[in-house]
């Protein structure tokens, strides 16, 4: 019932900056946890961040010093600003929506819709 649609992704240097967005088919964020996951090639997916319908945000350790999450309920977007990008951050990016209020938030089988995915690559 929800679509997702992530955008923003691109090349970048190691130290540069990029913010992902994603858009909702409609209202989402009152009442939905939206994740960023991430899966780099040969890994499993990994979660980056989790912003709850009440505002609380939760950071993996590797970004929490580098990445913000926000949200504009308004426009059923949410968003990942990205700076001090590493090599190592290089990815495909995920958005995800939990509408439900159980489910661990870390595991992407926790969520009910999911994104098609937006490549960032950061070079050395």
């Known amino acids: 019932q929800v679509q997702l649609v992530e955008s923003g992704g691109g090349l970048v240097q190691a130290g540069g900056s990029l913010r992902l967005s994603c858009a909702a088919s409609r209202r989402t964020s009152s009442h939905y946890t939206m994740g960023w996951f991430r899966q780099a090639p040969g890994k499993e997916r990994e979660f980056v961040v989790a912003?709850?319908?009440?505002?609380?945000?939760y950071y993996t350790d590797s970004v929490k010093d580098r990445f913000t999450i926000s949200g504009d309920n308004a426009k059923n977007t949410v968003y990942l600003q990205m700076n001090s990008l590493k090599p190592e951050d290089t990815a495909v990016y995920y958005c995800a929506a939990k509408g439900h209020l159980y489910g661990d938030y870390r595991r992407p089988g926790s969520y009910e819709y999911w994104g098609q995915g937006t490549q960032v690559t950061v070079s050395s």
């Open positions: 912003i709850t319908g009440s505002g609380g945000t």
